[in-house]
């Protein structure tokens, strides 16, 4: 079993940044990508981004491309997403995912996810 907490949400005007951290624990070794979804209200939930934690490859949507940032420390078995330029339209609760595969865009495809994190951009 795989355990996630994710941090780093809250509240920040349009234009500004916020980084989310995702702290991995139990068999952390099975571990093959880590990523991100979001959900807004009333909408389903949608990729953000993801990272490969062998090869450090990163994917992205489309509307977050060139405004987040995904990384990871393999050390503390970290993930983090850095959004900068925020949008109003980022507002969502944000969940961090992990899978023993490759990385994959469907939410169906991550096992384990974290709590979730509220991110609220105000106009």
């Known amino acids: 079993q795989v355990q996630l907490v994710e941090s780093g949400g809250g509240l920040v005007q349009a234009g500004g940044s916020l980084r989310l951290s995702c702290a991995a624990s139990?068999?952390?070794?099975?571990?093959?990508?880590m990523g991100w979804f979001r959900q807004a209200p009333g909408k389903e939930r949608e990729f953000v981004a993801a990272i490969s934690r062998i090869t450090g490859s990163t994917y992205y949507a489309d509307s977050v491309k060139g405004r987040f940032t995904i990384s990871r420390d393999n050390n503390k078995n970290t993930v983090y997403l850095q959004m900068d330029t925020l949008e109003p339209e980022d507002t969502a609760v944000y969940y961090c995912?992990?899978?023993?595969?490759?990385?994959?865009?469907?939410?169906?495809?991550?096992?384990?996810w974290g709590q979730g994190t509220q991110v609220t951009v105000s106009s």
């Open positions: 995912v992990a899978r023993q595969l490759a990385v994959v865009r469907d939410a169906s495809g991550y096992p384990y």
């Open positions: 139990g068999r952390t070794s099975s571990i093959y990508a």
